[in-house]
């Protein structure tokens, strides 16, 4: 069976400072991938366009965006669609949890990599986290034939936020990302409009390595991201 990554990001930045290693780690292997931005984060996310000129327009700030997030899929290798709902606040629909869920059915993953299900200081990313959590289950709750599609349950996990300790996240999944931290490096170079965030996830990948070192030993490990798994593996054996 085809290994399929679907990345669900509230804004269109959300899967380079998370994921890129991830997604960049996963085309290596061969895996199939897509990365799913649900808005532009034009209103909340986009600090330094808005700091550089305050009376631009929300319409050009989308523009902008796309085309980083767009150079950032680019440069990790991995197709993107970008969908519009709006950031700060997004807002959730019948219309759009249908839209999530049969993009969900059609594409099949047998990962899914979203956001933490809580974020104190982002509106968007529990929002995000609860159309991913009823898109899968929608997509393949049912587990018996019936009036709708079903596919084999995704593995489900959160990527890390940023600031995991108020999030409640508690990684329990590190992806040694070394062999292409230069992938991630160039979509972060890509991301204008959030430059400041470059240093700090570089430096977390860093830091979630030395983690990952400790955890197995394996010292081969300079640059990691860390996830938090959602739902129990089910594998032939503990060893």
Known sequence: MKKKLLVVGAHSGDFVWRAAGTIAKAIEEGAETLVIALSYGERGES???????????????????????????????????????????????????????????????????????KDPFNPDHPLAFQAVQRARLLSCGAGVPS?????????????????????????????DITSVMDKKMAAMDCMGAQNYLKDYYAELAARRANHARRISGQKQVQYAEAHQSFVPRIVSSIF
């Open 47 to 117: 600090g330094e366009l808005w700091k550089e000129d305050p009376k631009r327009s929300v319409e050009s700030v989308k523009v902008i965006r796309k085309d980083q997030a767009q150079r950032a899929a680019d440069a990790i290798g991995t197709p993107i669609q970008f969908w519009d709902w709006g950031d700060y606040p997004m807002l959730l629909s019948d219309e759009r949890i249908a839209q999530l869920t049969a993009l969900v059915g059609d594409f099949e993953p047998t990962v899914i990599l979203s956001h933490s299900e």
């Open 147 to 175: 009036a709708f599609k079903n596919i084999d349950p995704p593995s489900w996990y959160a990527f890390e936020p940023h600031q995991p300790e108020l999030c409640g996240f508690a990684p329990d999944t590190f992806i």
